[in-house]
């Protein structure tokens, strides 16, 4: 999705809100420039979608006088710590999402809140702003926690990543977040196509893989109550009660199912079944349910009498929707509801101790046995598969790394999923690789250098092959490759032997200019035509690549005498005919 379509996307909310509250005095005021009106109703999104509150009349303080700040809230975190918001909101124009802030915009932003932070903003005519003011004020003096945020709808700026570590190492418990349109977008998108219910948006991103925490066990009587597997891996086997998961849940969220093959599934049957015991016969909860598996990368020697203790990076790689169906079912829980449930659920917690990648993937692959599981299940945590699909969000083609992860779809954006995009990128750029690689082992040939355009690119190629015609599917992805040699032989010989074949066809297919991607596709399929027995040996698996020296050849009597006629010489009746069977 371009930051373009995304801000489009905001706007009609903004609008939406404008026309929600078009009896509020503040709307009124605005309602004859649209800038103003725009700017204010940003503030009232930001309230709504980030900080849940729904009464904004006196949170925004916007007014004379108080260019310092646009909204002063405070909000409780999971550590039931006070936080105290100060957000600077900077609206603009759909032009500037593409363009990066000015960094002279978040340095005075900076200033503005060193100001605050050093008892000098003297109070405004603004009475909102001066009662807001005194309540931060009486917050930083008491060594509360702030959070002081810039709000645009443009692009961060990575000049001022220096000022805003400085401004934080001189100000402990002092944090300044950037919202800019890319953040603001990953969320919108978790939110409103994944469906991924997030606790508190606003709360800084923990991370339960780099951090202590403390599990609480229960123990039934006297005695012992645990199972303790030492060898290879220490392991443990202990109650929990739903307290510690309810807790965890709201700490780290989803962040809890890094390592695990899938999140979990809001409103599934078995989840509802799961909240409807949890509720209404919480003693029956541990007989009906399987508990979950976690693993840690450091366990302590547990004693016998031991109640709590530290681990440090807890993922659970099994029993996702036992977590959530308990914190959905502890959150619709009054207070004596949530204390019967801790007095009657026992959940059973399997623990392990991290034995490396290969050891751990394998506990996450066997413990989810029972439920149909592919490579790619396995690999959607990766960080190349999380970067690629964050990178595939400022594009209109989103990269699905976990089947059926997004519940809607907006309009005009096409999803596709890792595995076919990652064999269209090896058979584009390698083909051998591809021939040898075939169905499996495709994930393993990713890479940090890997850009989302070269995925699109070699995708995009890969459906017009097809679409030009349809007899070649079986061989699609072996002609595929060809397509690269002949498409990088055309470009040195019409432009230059420099030319980056990738940038070129991404901006073609901006453009939506594709004659030339086509030619070339037709002077292909031409060309093979006369070669349908090496064609049948591709398909019908008799060889390979790195078997055949007549196919190697193939790559090279098609470039061998290529001229730039040769392509472009190729009628645009030719073209249309072929367009004609999409």
Known sequence: ??????????????????????????????????????????????????????????????????????????????????????????????????????????????????????????????????????????????????????????????????????????????????????????????????????????????????????????????????????????????????????????????????????????????????????????????????????????????????????????QVINGAQTVYAIHSAYSKAAGAERKKMDQEVLITLRLYKSGGTDFDRNVTKYTNAQNIMNDRDFRANDSIQIRLQNESFSTKYWYEKRKDEFVNIPEGIIVISNETMIKTFIAFFDLSSYMALKDFGLF?????????????????????????????????FFLLGLFKLVMESYLGLKYSKNTDVVEYLYNKYEKEDLKEIQKVILYIYNFIKTRPDLLDKVSSGQTSVTENQELKNLEFLLTRSLKVDDVESISLNEVKEAQSLR
């Open 1 to 314: 999705m371009y930051n373009t379509d995304f801000y489009q996307i905001l706007d009609t909310e903004l609008s939406e809100i404008a026309k929600k509250y078009e009896s509020d005095e503040e709307i009124k005021k605005r309602k004859e420039n649209d800038a103003q009106l725009k700017s204010y109703c940003l503030m009232v999104w930001f309230l709504e979608f980030y900080g849940k509150i729904i009464r904004v009349k006196n949170e925004i303080v916007d007014g004379p006088g108080d260019s310092s700040c646009d909204i002063i809230f405070q909000k409780m975190n999971f550590l039931k710590e006070t936080i105290f918001y100060v957000v600077q909101s900077k609206w603009n124009v759909q032009s500037k999402a593409d363009k990066m802030m000015e960094s002279d915009e978040i340095k005075k932003a900076l200033s503005d809140f060193q100001t605050i932070l050093n008892g000098e903003k003297l109070e405004t005519k603004n009475p909102k702003f001066n009662e807001s003011f005194k309540s931060l004020k009486m917050h930083i003096n008491q060594n509360g926690k702030v959070e002081f945020v810039f709000l645009s709808l443009s692009k961060s700026n990575p000049s001022t990543d220096e000022n805003i570590q400085s401004f934080q190492n001189n100000n402990p418990n002092m944090f300044v977040r950037i919202f800019d349109i890319d953040y603001i977008k990953r969320d919108f998108i978790d939110v409103h196509y994944k469906k991924l219910e997030k606790q508190n948006l606003l709360e800084r991103k923990y991370n339960p893989k780099e951090e202590e925490i403390t599990i609480t066990i229960e123990r039934l009587g006297p005695h012992n109550n645990q199972i303790h597997i030492q060898n290879p891996f220490t392991s443990y086997i202990v109650l929990v009660r739903p307290k510690l998961l309810f807790e965890l849940f709201e700490r780290y969220g989803y962040s809890l199912f890094i390592e695990n093959v899938r999140n979990p599934i809001k409103g599934s049957e078995i989840n509802e079944k799961m909240q409807e015991t949890l509720l209404n016969n919480p003693a029956f909860f541990w007989y009906y349910n399987n508990g979950i598996t976690a693993i840690s990368k450091l366990l302590p020697v547990l004693s016998k009498q031991a109640k709590e203790f530290m681990v440090t990076g807890f």
């Open 444 to 476: 393993d040939i990713l890479n940090d250098s890997i850009n989302y355009k070269s995925l699109v690119v070699s995708y995009l190629v890969y459906l017009d092959m097809e679409r030009l015609d349809s007899q070649y599917t079986k061989v699609r």
